[in-house]
């Protein structure tokens, strides 16, 4: 029989689907009868989509622009050929 | 020059990201440019999440796009460019706090508290979707904030697992961690983050319960 704890211990592998087929139906259906260790894999699930779902924002143009004068002054020390239309720039 | 071996090679994409790479280590810098637009978002988003200030983020960021660029040489191209790119920025991100503080808990080796149980203390649904009743401006804001209140070895497993996307074995090669560590980690950051953003998504009216 499958306890709160042993179901905290699971979770983990429970929520990235990698539980053998006999834990994971023994999992399952303790979820069914355990109302609190549903609403914590329900929340916990949700917590890692919301992550998911944000895209990273755009970096902020200056820091974009700083990255790529060192990136030229780089190819310069390494004795790169420049042919960037933006290491030109 | 070697060329390009890719694990996919009707993949389009890892085609034509292999062709970039090799190119960029012939010397040409617009093929490097072209991948450094690919990823500095997410190098940056990763670095600012392990260091917490965009100063320092902006300093990993070009650290690691420069070192790639230098060291392409030693990119094997049996693991994914990100994945290598990556493992750059969060070593040095990593370097980073170790510099700003010596701080025990930036220690990755650190074993502590991963044999523990995982704790639980709050418990109460959320809405169905509750980062709808926020901005994106305000959603991300919990978000972050959520992370940042992480510990190091925590944030960074959680980041590079579930931000980023990573396996579990990227994640543990680039960590220097074994699978069960990150696994360990990984439970733990996600059972802390949930814990955080229940007070914020509950749904209204519902009690916060104790549990185990």
């Known amino acids: 029989m499958v306890t709160c704890k042993d179901f905290l211990r699971e979770l983990g592998e429970y929520l990235d689907e990698t539980t053998d087929p006999a834990t994971r139906s023994a999992l399952e259906k303790h979820i069914t009868e355990c109302p609190n260790c549903w609403v914590v894999f329900d929340t916990c699930k949700k917590t890692i989509q919301v992550y998911k779902g944000m895209d990273p924002q755009p970096l902020p143009d200056p820091v974009h622009e700083r990255l790529m004068k060192a990136l030229e002054r780089k190819a310069v020390t390494l004795g790169v050929k420049e042919d960037c239309s933006e290491a030109k720039a | ?212």
């Open chain 2, 1 to 212: 020059m070697a060329g390009p071996r890719i694990r996919n090679e009707a993949d389009p994409v890892a085609l034509e990201e292999a062709a970039l790479v090799d190119q960029a280590r012939g010397g040409d810098l617009a093929a490097f440019s072209e991948l450094v637009r690919r990823y500095e978002r997410r190098v940056y988003r990763t670095a600012r999440h392990i260091v917490q200030n965009d100063e320092d983020a902006e300093d990993v960021l070009q650290e690691a796009m420069l070192k790639a660029f230098e060291h392409l040489d030693s990119f094997q191209g049996n693991s994914k460019f990100y994945t290598w790119l990556v493992r750059i920025a969060v070593n040095e991100s990593l370097m980073k706090l170790r510099k700003r503080k010596s701080d025990r808990s930036v220690s990755l080796d650190e074993s502590i508290e991963t044999d523990e149980e995982p704790i639980v203390r709050e418990i109460a649904v959320w809405d169905d979707n509750p980062e709808q009743r926020y901005s994106q401006t305000e959603l991300r804001e919990i978000l972050d904030k959520a992370i940042d209140s992480l510990k190091p070895i925590f944030r960074t497993v959680f980041i590079l697992r579930d931000v980023e996307e990573l396996s579990t074995e990227e994640t543990a090669e680039i960590l220097g961690l074994s699978i069960a560590a990150v696994k360990s980690r990984l439970l733990r950051a996600r059972l802390q983050l949930r814990e955080r953003l229940t007070r914020t998504f509950k749904r209204k009216g519902d009690q916060i319960l104790g549990y185990v």
